[in-house]
């Protein structure tokens, strides 16, 4: 790999961790820690390897019981530094071969491996280093305990291993290379680290004729099926050294390209992704349409008593256009009368109306359910297009306002501005003509009570001015009463049309404030949670390499 593929290489996988530590923020909260952890360890993992040697690449040897592993380390370093039994596994910690130990320490020290040889001038890959120019300068043979192995801490120093290593050579025997153990345990889980992968069948040596070549197809088939397709199978034996040169090349070229460890942390990045993209769906979220906010406003109005404060103002209007223009001989009767809005405790000028509560009656059983109604309708209409736990995190943030939603809509009924303090144009003409007509009866009533005095003392009294035949005392006293009464009841009716369309505004006005505290409690949370998810789907796809 050239100097400007591996940087372009380098900055990739960055993006691709970047994005899967973003992937893994969102969903935190969201989805169950254990779902996550993965997540969290190839993030931890990928901060500690890439922050100690890049020049050393380190390859793993994996196998089962009785599958040669410190055998054909033996044989490919040269040495006799593994164990070897037969019957048994004997090793029980991990060792490590190295062709040079300069900048090596720290790396082992995370890899927890004590036991360090240095390769030995006289073996394979010694020779394969010196052909290819120091090549395997940074080559790093670990051999591990067996998998399968009887003992609980060799298998969890295995797994431990297993996702530490850069590179994973696999070895398998005739016997076992079809092991479920081996299969669905690890190269399964692994299936998107190919490229860091190595398969040898070893011991062919006790196969004849053309089995090796038919054992060797048969675990193509298997690894195949494991997803583990294009990985390369090494027909080798430790015994006789058949096989061990093409080994030592692949080995010996993932080496000099010095892109193990990216290649093993973009497969790391890609199969914790790829477990996060099962809670990520398959299309983005989308916000619930504008019927059903309105619909979501509507039904909290309800909910909070608007229309009850709505008749609230009609009636408070029409009993001050009724204290303002009705008959001044009955006028004070509407005055006993209770302000609708006064009870509601929403005309009051001494007090802030940011501060102010209302007296509406406290929400019973029917309101309650109603706005929680509103409120789960919102949050299925939300959680339509969303997969997994986030759906039910979509419900819970719809819902979760249930109790602090009430308050805050009885706040924002308390500050709207209804408007109470304004007085209709025509209520002081209306008033003063009321008071004319009024001063008219009055004086008729007191010159026909006059002539009746003078009628009673037998005094002559004074010729009466007459109307078309009528006495002008009594067109006065008459006339003033009718047009008085009729002036009333034709302003009682203005002022029912003037209080519907108060009532309106209100409504309006009332539905305003009931939007904007639905959108701040309950829309523009939920719309969060959606931007969140759509977050979470889009990093997910830059972690596994997609744009």
Do not use: C
Not at 5 to 16: F, L, P
Not at 93 to 99: H, R
Not at 149 to 171: I, K
Not at 222 to 251: F, M, N, P
């Amino acid at each position: 790999m050239s100097r400007h593929q591996g940087k372009a290489a380098d900055s990739a996988v960055q993006n691709q961790l970047v994005a899967l530590a973003t992937a893994h923020d969102l969903a935190s909260g969201r989805l169950p820690d254990e779902e996550l952890q993965a997540a969290h360890d190839v993030l931890d993992r990928a901060s500690t390897r890439r922050s100690l040697s890049a020049a050393h690449t380190v390859v793993g040897i994996f196998g089962p019981t009785g599958s040669g592993k410190s055998s054909l380390l033996n044989a490919l370093t040269g040495t006799g530094v593994a164990r070897v039994a037969a019957r048994r596994p004997t090793t029980s910690e991990p060792l490590a071969v190295l062709w040079k130990t300069e900048g090596s320490g720290p790396l082992l020290d995370w890899l927890q491996v004590d036991q360090r040889h240095e390769l030995p001038a006289h073996s394979r890959l010694a020779a394969e280093g010196r052909t290819s120019q120091d090549a395997l300068g940074g080559l790093i043979l670990l051999d591990l305990p067996d998998f399968d192995s009887t003992a609980a801490s060799h298998r969890a120093v295995v797994e431990r291993l297993a996702g530490q290593v850069d590179v994973l050579l696999w070895v398998v025997d005739p016997q076992k290379y079809a092991d479920a153990a081996l299969h669905h345990g690890f190269l399964q889980r692994m299936s998107a680290h190919g490229a860091v992968t190595l398969v040898a069948l070893n011991q062919i040596d006790r196969l004849v004729g053309d089995e090796p070549a038919q054992v060797a197809a048969s675990l193509r088939g298997i690894l195949a099926s494991d997803g583990l397709g294009s990985v390369a199978v090494h027909q080798v034996s430790a015994a006789t050294g058949a096989g061990l040169d093409g080994l030592v090349k692949d080995i010996g070229a993932i080496v000099k390209r010095q892109s193990a460890v990216t290649a093993r942390l973009t497969a790391d990045v890609a199969a914790a992704a790829a477990h996060l993209a099962g809670h990520a769906g398959s299309t983005d979220a989308t916000p619930p349409a504008k019927a059903d906010r309105s619909r979501l406003v509507d039904r909290l109005a309800g909910a909070a008593g608007t229309e009850t404060v709505v008749a609230a103002v009609v009636g408070s209007y029409r009993r001050d256009a009724h204290a303002a223009t009705g008959w001044p001989v009955t006028r004070w009767l509407g005055k006993l009368r209770p302000d609708p809005l006064r009870r509601l405790n929403l005309r009051r000028p001494d007090v802030d109306a940011a501060v102010n509560r209302t007296s509406l009656p406290t929400p019973g059983p029917a309101q309650r359910a109603a706005m929680d109604g509103a409120l789960r309708e919102y949050a299925d209409a939300a959680a339509t297009s969303v997969e997994g736990p986030w759906r039910e995190q979509l419900r819970s943030t719809a819902q979760a306002t249930g109790g602090p939603l009430a308050d805050g809509l009885d706040q924002a009924i308390a500050r709207t501005d209804l408007r109470w303090g304004r007085r209709s144009w025509w209520w002081p003409v209306v008033g003063v003509l009321q008071w004319l007509l009024f001063a008219a009866a009055v004086a008729g009533l007191a010159w026909l009570g006059v002539l009746a005095a003078l009628g009673f003392l037998q005094i002559p009294a004074p010729a009466t001015p007459l109307i078309e035949g009528f006495p002008l005392p009594t067109l006065l006293a008459l006339g003033g009463a009718v047009l008085g009464i009729a002036v009333s009841i034709l302003a009682a009716l203005a002022a029912r049309i003037s209080a519907g369309s108060r009532g309106r505004r209100a409504r309006r006005r009332l539905h305003a404030a009931v939007a904007e505290v639905a959108m701040r409690d309950v829309v523009a949370p939920v719309d969060a949670e959606i931007d969140r998810y759509n977050g979470f789907r889009k990093a997910i796809k830059a972690a596994r390499g997609g744009s």
